[in-house]
């Protein structure tokens, strides 16, 4: 639907929209909380968690806990996304088997540090809300459906984000 509805203001709030769950992940998920390269205050580690949270790959638990799988068993039958089963599955088909992410590792046994934050558990049981049903009504009244359309769905913007990210995960390893 957004072709049909383009306004440029539109346009940059899913451009805004992009860069700030970029960061939310990339600077929250992976290089905070994954890799922990740095301390920030705490209610900063949280907003760019929150922005991460936006960004439509998951609660940051569940974000944290296969990418620290991932670098635990880099490279063998048990990665998270190995190579060794395949471009599919290194590329985008280990997001579709759960089973695969978290059910041979013992689940989500290796974030007790999240677990243990009551924020972190909240955005855990409540992603799909916070990223779909809140993000959305907000983008709606303040801009109506073109908001909504290209704010909320950011097709290609969160396309391009996601298929860089697993080209990394297949070519880099």
Known sequence: MAPFHFTWPAFWVACALYLVTGL?????FHRNLAHKSF??????EY?????????????PIE?????????????????????????W?????WILDSGSRFGKYGGLKNVEDL????????????????????????LY?????PFLAWGLVR???????LIINWHGNYFSH
Do not use: C, N
Not at 67 to 78: G, L, S
Not at 119 to 126: D, P
Not at 141 to 145: D, E
């Open 24 to 28: 939310g992940v990339t600077l929250s």
């Open 39 to 44: 301390r920030i205050p705490k209610w900063l």
């Open 47 to 59: 907003l760019f968690a929150y922005f991460g949270v936006l960004s439509l790959q998951g609660s």
């Open 63 to 87: 974000w944290v806990s296969s990418h620290r799988y991932h670098h635990q068993f880099t490279d063998t039958e048990k990665d998270v996304h190995s190579p060794l089963q395949g471009f």
């Open 89 to 93: 599955f290194s590329h985008m088909g």
């Open 115 to 138: 677990k243990r934050q009551p924020f972190y558990r909240f955005l855990h049981r409540t992603f799909l809300l916070h990223s779909v049903v809140l993000l959305g009504s907000l």
């Open 141 to 145: 009244v303040v801009g109506g459906f």
């Open 155 to 161: 097709l290609l913007p969160v396309l391009l984000s």
